[in-house]
């Protein structure tokens, strides 16, 4: 393990005021939650109206919002007002309870994911709410449960369409989260521990020096075969092209989200995005020196926020790009393909830190 | 349903006079009534499978264009226009009349499967009731309409209610029992994947498509009728340009001068014979950039960069057309005898962009290679998924691209010539796969041939003699083609082959005016592909159709 690990956010909270009881405890914990949530929302927040707007009109040869404020800017809060004010259409014959909180676990879900994510310095700050030693299994198991939620939607929406989502999304998620898990573990192989900070910090050694500019060990160039496994079942995991099948517009109509409408889908899209974004950062933090970065660590929370936008860049580069998978396709490749190189690579894996440890 | 063609007498591509094939018919033949593009065999009401038979397997007349029928005075009368896929200029009319107070005539489905929907059009428009039909339902209309609108005696004051049912699992009565272990699902009327209001009633296995029954009629718009109520010379024009509106204008507008240009026996000048020739090209060129866009819309998502890249392409053929004829998509441009107006002044100006256009269009293919048909995951996708087997096609009467996709080397353009098409220099592209990819790489192609032709055509108009640019013949300020005559003519439509059939009845208006479209029998083959497959697969063989519901439905 490499350095000792940085203060967390709510430790430095109650260090510096002076607040060392449970209840200051409490407190400073909410606070650091609310701050990440506020980074994730202001995340999802640029890129579901207007970045992903951008992006796509970029790659596909047109300008997109373009009208209200500066670059179209604008369009964020005019969206906000403009999806809250819509009707909710309740559908009949829709399972209520069921119905309704579907479109809470999913965002909630992926935000949990983020209580475990270091997300570098601003100055003095350690954005890192917790660091438990169960952390990367602990990321993984918040992640999944985004596909709970989906099965909630498509069954009680009372609508063939979202059931055919629905059961496409758990299809989806059980071929691909084996791998998804298996390409982990051999990095924690490497690094030996599943805590966050042991897996980021395995990772700032020096991996070899070409010409005065050295290249960090992360875990991508040390293993980029798991990287590339791992970086699809990402996809999958996240669902984007291609393996957007769960949703599926051109097929389905919109998979389980179909009948959604209003605040609903706003929190569904929301969950979309900052799982997107959730699945960023877990690639950044497994395979890419978490929030590291060159020049000084007060500074590494901009090389977070590069890190995870460039994997939705990436995501959305797919998007305009590749077709889509057809289901059957998709398990086939989950089951027959990944699902046997990602075992493969475990065991090489261990088989070579074995021998050279 | 045998789809083996049995061992035919004769190979079909000897051709017979029409006193041979009479003879070949012996006493089925009851009087003659010949049209101007065909022979014309009058027979019973209830020998029709035996005589379509005896056509199609002795005689190798394997293609049944278009059933069309109409109400006389004294009798119904539906004809079977029948063609050879090999060579289309022989033809043989079939015409079956019916009683008038009891019109029962026998169906031609068990030996043309293609007659299944087009006989069902027959009943539900005319009131001709089809003996031995598998599935005699209305077919554009709703199911509790009353009356039958193009029958002499329909009341168009009657009030009509159209009910709207819950549809029914037609493999099992009760889809909603705990034991079902099948899904219906109607896909549309409004669904992204129908390119407009098609309405698919599915029946799922899982994701499996075990049954589908296209639904059509929701753009129903009573096109036939209304050109009835058009005169010949100016009138009819405008509608061809709403059939087909994927910019496909001037080849339907082609279809309907040529087959009003035979029946009033005009001879239209060579120089706007070169002018329409490349207009028309010009379309089909819009016609597929569309296909393709909305192709890769279906197989890879909204959001995909080669929708917006086809479209751009499909923008600037566009641009050429308007200012060829000032219209974007209802061109109107086709006079019968000509072209409304000469080419747009600068000429310099209009050929150099059409070069720049042509120059360009072999980059842009490329590059659609490049991102669509040699991607791995497309391939996957399309490669042997919606196969549609040659003899089935034929069965079918698919044509155009669904056709040349199978196999089947069927080009009206140089099977069946008009305009300048036979002093030119291009291929009719075809391509064996009979699949999804097969028919995407069909109309690929076809662009670039497209693309020889106006070519070609742009040379031929840069050198034309100032002198001799007649773009109009001398036709009759009113048409009125003598009483009796029958006419069916076709033309190569973005899609397929576009045939109208006109009876006139000596006024300047057509007394029958029937359209035969290329998606009609394009989208009846779609349960042959679609059977079995995944629900993405049907999707893709929909889109790779390429239908417009607005020739459909008509």
Known sequence: MGTAPAQLFPEFLVDTFGIDSILGDVVASLIGAALVANIILAFSGVAGPWAKRKITAA?????????????????????????????????????RPTWDIAPIILPASAMLGFSVIPMGHIGPLNIHLADPEVGLALVFAFASIASVSLVMAGYASNNKYSLLGGLRAVAQNLAYEIPLIVTAMSVVIFAGTLQISGVVGAQTETLVTIAGVSIPAWFAFVNPFAFVLFLTANMAEIGRNPFDIPEAPTEIVAGYQTEYSSAYFVLFYLGEFVHIFLGGAILSVVFLGGASGPGPESISFIWFVVKVWGFFLFTQWARAAIPRVRIDQLIEIGWKGMLVLSFANLVLTAVIVGVIA | MSLERPDSVDDGAVERTPDELEALLGDLVVDRDDHLNAPGFVIRPDTVQETLSILKEQAGYDHLSVVSAQEYENRYESIYHLKKFDDPTQEVSVVVPADKDNPVSESAEPVFRTADWHEREAYDLIGIEYDDHPDLRRILLPETWQGHPLSMDYDKDRPQIATLPEHANPLQEHHKDAESDTMFLNIGPHHPATHGVLHLKTTLDGEQVIDVEPDIGYLHRSEEQMAQNGTYRHQIMPYPDRWDYISAGLLNEWAYARAAEDLADIEVPEYAQVIRTMGAEMCRIAAHMLALATFALDINGDFTATFMYAINDRERVQNLLEDLTGQRLMFNYFRLGGVVWDLPEPREEFFSKTRDFLDQLPESIEEYHNLITSN???????????????????????????????????????????????????????????????????????????????????????????????????????LRPDDDTEIYRAVEGAKGELGIYIRADGTDKPARFKIRSPCFSNLQTLPEMANGEYIPDVVAALGSLDIVLGEVDR
Do not use: H
Not at chain 2, 435 to 460: G, H, P, T, W, Y
């Open chain 1, 59 to 95: 790659f596909t040869d047109r300008i997109a919002v373009d009208r209200i404020g500066p670059y179209g800017l604008l369009i964020i809060p005019a969206a906000a007002v403009q999806l809250l004010a819509k009707e909710l259409i309740i559908p009949e014959g829709v399972d």
């Open chain 2, 376 to 478: 791995e995951i497309f391939q996957m996708r399309t490669i042997d998924t919606g196969v549609l087997p040659p003899e089935v096609a034929k069965n079918y009467g698919a044509t155009g691209p669904v056709a040349r996709g199978s196999g089947v080397d069927y080009d009206l353009r140089r099977d069946d010539p008009y305009g300048y098409y036979d002093e030119l220099d291009w291929d009719v592209i075809t391509e064996d796969g009979c699949d999804n990819f097969s028919r995407l790489l069909v109309r690929m192609r076809e662009v670039e041939e497209s693309a020889k032709i106006i070519e070609q055509c742009v040379d031929l108009l840069e050198d034309w003699p100032e002198d001799e640019r007649n773009i109009q013949a001398n036709v009759p300020r009113t």
